[in-house]
C-alpha cells in the first residue's frame, strides 16, 4: 500500500447555529419582564423599531377537558412586509425548526452569547419595582464564565449548563443527556461541568450533596483520604452512626472531631446565597380563565408584553437620505434584523401558547378541583403530545408564571412525579400526596398524634399506596415535624 498525500471529496450534513437560531433559543426562556427589558435594549440599538400603541391582535388559546392534542392555532400579529435591500437570504420569513431549537451549538460567537445574557440578567425596565433586585445565581456564574475559559465552545456548553442548575446549584440531569441534548461528545459536556465547578460559589455544578461537600473540601485543601471516607458516607453520618463512620476513616477521637468541624462549615446549598426573586412580586406570564361552555382562555399578559413593530415610513425616510453605500449596507442590516426579531418574538408567543395549552389540558382536574387532583406530569410527555423536543418545553416553562383562579403559580409546578394508586390505575401527584399528609395532619387529635405507619393506612385508604418512608419524606418535604415532634409542639401550644 502507497503510503503519501492525497486529495479526498467528501459529503458530510453538520447544524450551523446561527446568532440569530442562538437568539431565538435564548428568548424561548426569558420571562415577560426579561423580554421587556430585552425589547428596550433592542429599541435603543434600532432605529427602524419602536413600541406600538397596542398589544399584538394574538387569538386566545383554548383547551377543553379531555380535548385531544391538536395543532396550536393563534393569529399572526402583522409583521410589515419589508423590501429587502441585498439581504433577502436573512430576510425571508422565520421558520425556527422545533428540533433546531434543542441542539445548541456554539458558533464561535462568544461576545453575542455575552451579549444576550446581559439582557436576560440586567433588572427590569420597571426600575421603581425592581431596583433591589438581587443578583442572581446565573448571572453570578455567567460573568464569570467568559473570563474563565478561552475556549468560546466549551463557554457555551457551560452556559447551557448553568441555565439547568435548581436554585440550590446543583446539576437534576445527567452530563450524557446534557451531551446528546446538544449534539456533541460526552468528555466536551464533562469539560464544560469541570468549568462551572470552577466558579464562585465553590459546590456549585454538583450533581449530589457528596459532590458538593467534595468540591469545597478540595477548595479548602482538606480533600484528604479520611475526609474522602467521610464525605463517602453521609448518610451514615446523618443516622448518627459516628462510631462506625470514625472506624472507616481510620483516625483518633480529636481528628474525627475536626473532620466533622469541617464538614459542618461547608456548604450544603451554596446557590441559595443568591437572589432568586423571591422578594420581588410574581408577574404572570400567562393567563388562564375559564370560558362559558366549561373550557378555558389562555392568553399570554400583554401587559407586560409590550408590541414591537417595524417603522416603515422611518425607513423608506432614511433610505431617501442614504447616499453611500455603506450607510445603506447599515440601514439595511438595521431593517433585517428588525424584521426578523418581530417574527421571533411572533414565533415564541407561539411556542408558549401551545405549552401551555397542552399543559392545562393535562391538568386540567388540577384548574377545576384543586390540588388534590393534581395528575403527575413530566416535560418528556408534553413534548410528545405537542411534537416538540423536551428541552424546548423545559425553556418555555423556566422562570415563567400562570395565573389561575386558583393564584399564582411556576409552570414548574405542574410537572410533578407521581405515586403508586391502590387499584393499580393511574397514580397521584407527589403534591396531591403532600396536600393530604398535610390535611391529615393539620386535622390530628393532639391527644392522639398520627404516627408514619398510621399515615401509611389512612392514605391507601384514599387510594395512595405508598411506603412508610415515602410517607416520612413527604412529611419532611412539607415542614411537618415526626410524631414525637409533634406531640411535644402541640403540648407546648396547649399550656400557652
Known amino acids: 500500500m502507497a503510503l503519501g498525500p492525497r486529495l479526498d471529496l467528501r459529503q458530510s450534513q453538520s447544524l450551523v447555529m446561527t446568532p440569530q437560531l442562538q437568539q ?11 423580554i421587556e427589558t430585552f425589547i428596550g435594549e433592542a429599541l435603543d440599538a434600532n432605529p427602524l423599531l419602536e413600541i406600538g400603541d397596542s398589544a399584538p391582535a394574538a387569538s386566545p388559546e383554548t383547551a377543553e377537558p379531555g380535548e385531544e392534542a391538536r395543532r396550536t392555532t393563534l393569529e399572526s400579529s402583522p409583521v410589515d412586509q419589508l ?5 433577502a437570504e436573512e430576510d425571508r420569513p422565520l421558520d425556527i425548526d422545533a428540533a433546531a431549537l434543542d441542539r445548541d451549538r456554539d458558533t464561535g460567537d462568544a461576545e453575542w452569547g455575552s451579549a444576550l445574557a446581559s439582557y436576560a440578567g440586567e433588572a427590569g425596565p420597571d426600575l421603581e419595582n425592581r431596583a433591589g433586585a438581587e443578583e442572581t445565581l446565573a448571572e453570578h456564574l455567567d460573568a464569570q464564565i467568559g473570563p474563565a475559559s478561552h475556549d468560546s465552545h466549551i463557554a457555551f456548553v457551560a452556559r447551557h449548563i448553568v441555565g439547568l442548575l435548581d436554585e440550590a446549584g446543583y446539576l437534576p440531569v445527567s452530563l450524557r443527556d446534557v451531551a446528546s441534548e446538544l449534539g456533541l461528545p460526552l468528555f466536551e459536556a464533562e469539560a464544560a461541568l469541570e468549568l462551572v465547578q470552577s466558579l464562585d460559589p465553590t459546590g456549585v455544578g454538583a450533581r449530589s450533596l457528596s459532590e458538593c461537600i467534595a468540591l469545597q473540601a478540595r477548595e479548602a485543601d482538606r480533600h484528604d483520604p479520611a475526609m474522602a471516607r467521610l464525605i463517602e458516607n453521609l448518610d451514615l453520618v446523618a443516622r448518627g452512626e459516628l462510631a462506625r463512620v470514625k472506624r472507616m476513616c481510620g483516625v483518633d477521637d480529636e481528628d474525627f472531631a475536626d473532620m466533622l468541624a469541617e464538614l459542618r462549615s461547608y456548604n450544603p446549598k451554596p446557590g441559595l446565597q443568591f437572589g432568586g426573586g423571591g422578594g420581588e412580586p410574581v408577574t404572570p406570564d400567562i393567563l388562564i380563565a375559564p370560558r362559558a361552555d366549561g373550557g378555558w382562555d389562555i392568553s399570554l399578559n400583554q401587559a407586560t408584553l409590550p408590541r414591537l413593530i417595524v417603522n416603515r415610513s422611518y425607513y423608506v425616510e432614511m433610505r431617501g437620505s442614504c447616499d453611500d453605500k455603506a450607510s445603506r449596507g447599515w440601514l439595511s442590516d438595521k431593517l433585517a434584523d428588525a424584521n426578523w426579531l418581530v417574527k421571533a418574538l411572533d414565533q415564541r408567543a407561539r411556542t408558549i401558547l401551545k405549552v401551555a395549552t397542552e399543559l392545562v389540558r393535562q391538568q386540567d382536574g388540577f384548574f377545576r378541583h384543586g390540588v388534590s387532583q393534581l395528575r403527575p406530569l413530566t416535560l418528556r410527555a408534553v413534548a410528545e403530545t405537542i411534537g416538540m423536543h423536551e428541552s424546548t418545553v423545559s425553556r418555555v416553562t423556566s422562570n415563567k408564571y400562570l395565573l389561575c383562579e386558583r393564584g399564582t403559580f411556576e409552570l414548574k409546578y405542574f410537572f410533578t412525579s407521581g405515586v403508586g394508586a391502590v387499584d393499580g390505575e393511574g397514580g397521584a401527584s407527589a403534591e396531591a400526596v403532600k396536600a393530604a399528609i398535610r390535611q391529615l395532619i393539620d386535622a390530628e387529635d393532639p391527644r392522639s398524634i398520627l404516627s408514619d405507619d398510621t399515615l401509611v393506612d389512612l392514605l391507601k385508604e384514599n387510594g395512595f399506596e405508598l411506603a412508610r418512608r415515602t410517607v416520612a419524606k413527604y412529611r419532611e418535604a412539607i ?14 401550644a396547649g399550656l400557652r
Open 83 to 87: 423590501v429587502s435591500e441585498g439581504r
Open 479 to 492: 415542614g411537618l415535624g415526626s410524631s414525637v415532634q409533634r406531640r411535644r409542639q402541640k403540648a407546648l
Open 24 to 34: 431565538a433559543i435564548k428568548l424561548l426562556a426569558l420571562s415577560n419582564l426579561e
